[in-house]
């Protein structure tokens, strides 16, 4: 293996940290699921360098699980967007504020 | 392989494919209550015929897919809870009009759905199947929540669970990353052998608390806690009910497979835990004391009592296990009665405000006596379930010498009574400003409401069988890890 498993790490890190920051700080509901699908792949990074560095292949499998999964969340989430989209006519999360 | 140990999910996978399919084949019908009524029946029959089948296999034991769905004593006990959860959400049910007719079917589907995938949760022994089978009942209830006719309500408590949600996970996923990359292995098994030696280590620690962060928002503790009111208020009364009963049944199994067998020996996990639940405790129940919406006073009382269950967790000990086991038990009783009286209040399916149960206790002296037993319960006091449950989990503490965070729980409880007595007070004591009709309860409903009294009631003066079921359902934690 070429890179050093640290050097993964501090990827992973950094991309997970900014999908961290893109999903809290951004005020449009398409913009924080992108930075949730950001985190999820900061964490495939992480299974398929330590299935690498560890000769196992549970990581492997791991991901391509995440793969599916994100997909669902994606039809799952866009669903409910896309619903509310229609009802509010905006993608802004202050506009939902009923609840309090 | 010996498939039958798995008996219980097959059962449920197979309801909620009939389930699925009847929402293929069944027509659109408007609002009559001849098909409604079937789907209702239909739902009862196999939520009952579901806790059959646990009960059958509670003495099941093995191991399947390669060990990754381990089936002992411990899931067996919380299978058999989680189908009777269903069976109890499924029997409020009857008139739930705040779905639209035709999405009956599957709001069904889902229900079944969501609670296969709690009862693969508590089995699940493996990274991989902890992560899928928690994915899968949160997607079922996201679109549960959503599925509300009242558009803005239902919609907005669906898109803030599912972002909170979905972020949760994604901590969750990156912590199981962390942890898989430092022991090497995904089985939590063999975790438990070689985490113990590493818990210098900051990738371990950060790992570990990643990961507990996704149950952490099952449990609604703390830092994930901030989707359980606005989702309680703006779901439906019944799916608001699953939520605070079945759903945090699992959480809390989880919890306890995950922490028994990765975070032995961890001084800085149990202090995080120790915070964690401090946190959760005080300021659920510090902001459920301004709270005018029923649900929402419910949804701070559960973040007070996912603390309460911390305790018991934190404690890494046998009688710490099994008295969190038992204060499941209780938990799914109590909220389960709270929830009953709302959902009986509200035949039309609107929030239920505290104001408007003035007068209950002579609207329906039953559902007011119920609703007092729940919340005494709830609060603690002596000859209830949730007395016994919280004097086990405190005896666990002291006798491993957390005395301080047992006073700090016991300030919280009296914090606590003092909502519980305001909701009790606008029950028993206020009169409503115009005299009400009285409350028709339908006499299976009494019936259901009786019981639900008896066993709180009952298993709170004698609470030795559970508690030995408890105890037992605790060892597999403590053997073999």
Known sequence: MIAPFRDILLLAATLFALGAFCAVVRRNLIMIVLGIEIMLNAAAIVFVGASLHLNNLDGQTFVLFILAVAATEVSVGLAIIVYAFRRTGSFDPRHFNLLR | ?481
Not at chain 2, 46 to 56: D, F, K, M, W
Not at chain 2, 266 to 275: A, E, M, P, Q, R
Not at chain 2, 463 to 478: D, G, H, K, T, Y
């Open chain 2, 1 to 481: 392989m010996n498939w039958m140990i798995a008996g219980p999910e097959i059962f449920y996978f197979a309801a909620s494919l009939w389930f699925l399919l009847l929402t293929f084949t069944a027509q659109p019908k408007p609002a009559q209550n001849g098909g409604r009524r079937r789907e209702y029946l239909t739902a009862i029959f196999l939520a009952s015929l579901g806790i059959l089948v646990c009960l059958a296999s509670v003495h099941a034991q093995g191991w399947l897919f390669t060990r990754g769905f381990s089936v002992d004593f411990f899931s067996q006990v919380f299978k058999t809870l989680l189908s009777l959860g269903l069976f109890l959400i499924v029997c409020i049910c009857g008139q739930i009009n705040d779905i639209e007719d035709r999405r009956h079917n599957e709001f069904y589907f889902l229900l079944f759905t969501c609670t296969l995938a709690l009862m693969l949760l508590v089995s699940a022994d493996h990274l991989l199947s902890i992560y899928v089978s928690l994915e899968l009942s949160s997607y079922s209830l996201y679109i549960l929540v959503a599925l509300r006719k009242k558009r803005g309500q239902g919609l907005e408590a669906g898109i803030k669970y599912f972002l909170i949600g979905s972020f949760a996970s994604a901590v969750m996923l990156f912590g199981m990353a962390l942890l898989y990359s430092s022991a090497g292995t995904a089985y939590l098994p063999e975790m438990a052998k070689v985490l113990p030696g590493m818990m210098a280590s900051p990738a371990v620690v950060t790992g570990l608390l990643f990961t507990l962060g996704g149950f952490f928002f099952k449990l609604a503790v703390f830092p994930f806690h901030f989707w359980a009111p606005d989702t309680y208020q703006g779901a439906s009364n019944q799916v608001a009910a699953y939520i605070a009963t079945a759903s945090k049944v699992a959480g809390i199994a989880i919890i306890l497979r995950v922490v028994a067998s990765a975070g032995q020996g961890s001084t800085y996990l149990v202090h995080v835990l120790v915070i964690l639940s401090v946190v959760s405790m005080t300021l659920g129940n510090l902001a459920a004391m301004v709270q005018k919406d029923m649900k929402r006073l419910l949804a701070f009382s559960t973040v007070a009592h996912s603390g309460y269950v911390l305790i018991g967790i934190l404690v890494l000990d046998a009688a710490g296990y099994s008295a969190t086991i038992f204060y499941a038990l209780a938990l799914l009783a109590m909220k389960f009665t709270a929830f009953m009286v709302v959902v009986e209040l509200t035949p039309d399916g609107r929030n239920l405000q505290i104001e408007e149960l003035a007068g209950l206790h002579r609207r329906s002296p039953l559902m007011a006596l119920a609703l007092l037993v729940a919340l005494f319960s709830l609060a603690g006091i002596p000859p209830t379930i949730g007395f016994t449950g919280k004097f086990l989990i405190f005896t666990a503490a002291i006798q491993k010498g957390y005395v301080a965070l047992v006073i700090i729980a016991m300030v919280n409880v009296v914090i606590s009574l003092y909502y519980y007595l305001l909701v009790i007070k606008a029950a028993y004591l206020l009169e409503p400003a115009e005299a009400l009709p009285p409350l028709v309860v339908s006499f299976p409903k009494k019936l259901l409401a009786g019981l639900s009294i008896a066993v709180i009631v009952v298993a709170g003066f004698f609470p030795w069988w559970l508690i030995q079921i408890a105890q037992a359902a605790a060892q597999p934690l403590m053997l073999g890890r």
